[in-house]
């Protein structure tokens, strides 16, 4: 993906990431995954210090799920694309791909609630809201034209 609706995020591989061999290790592209999520956030002008101090809740994990079809290995540089593909009053599901240069690596799918202090769901900010509407819609429209492109 290199349209506007998916957000970029570059991670180099180091050892803490791999495994004996060399090669990084499952749990690695969750932390990656992660990252690139929380870069999305800010980008659109969220950090979680924000949505703590001033909405008085956090993004936490439901579910995610992932599909790993080549190895990275040490010292790799990765680029993680990060898009948001629904959104609910609470919750949004992002889909993310790991790439090696041209090769795609792992494909993850999140799902992601907005949480009060309790760990009870609450409706995202208002703001926040209409920022992830917006990125939702974009990353729609890019999916609906990459489809047309296939045919």
């Known amino acids: 993906m290199n349209d506007a609706s998916a957000r970029r995020f570059s991670v180099r591989v180091y050892y803490e990431d791999t495994d004996a061999g060399g090669v990084v290790y499952h749990g690695a592209y969750f932390r990656f995954a992660e990252r690139a999520r929380t870069e999305f956030l800010r980008s659109l002008g969220y950090d979680h210090r924000t949505l703590s101090a001033a909405h008085e809740g956090m993004v936490v994990v439901r579910r995610c799920a992932a ?6 290995r040490l010292d790799d ?3 993680l694309e990060t898009e948001l593909r629904r959104l609910g009053a609470a919750t949004a599901l992002f889909h993310q791909t790991v790439r090696r240069a041209r090769t795609v690596l792992a494909l993850l799918e999140t799902t992601v609630v907005f949480v009060d202090r309790g760990g009870r769901p609450r409706r995202w900010p208002r703001e926040l809201r209409a920022r992830l509407a917006a990125e939702a ?3 729609a429209e890019a999916v609906l034209e990459r489809g047309a492109a296939i045919d």
Not at 67 to 72: D, S
């Open 67 to 72: 599909e790993f079809l080549a190895p990275a």
């Open 77 to 79: 540089l990765l680029d």
């Open 137 to 139: 819609s974009r990353a």
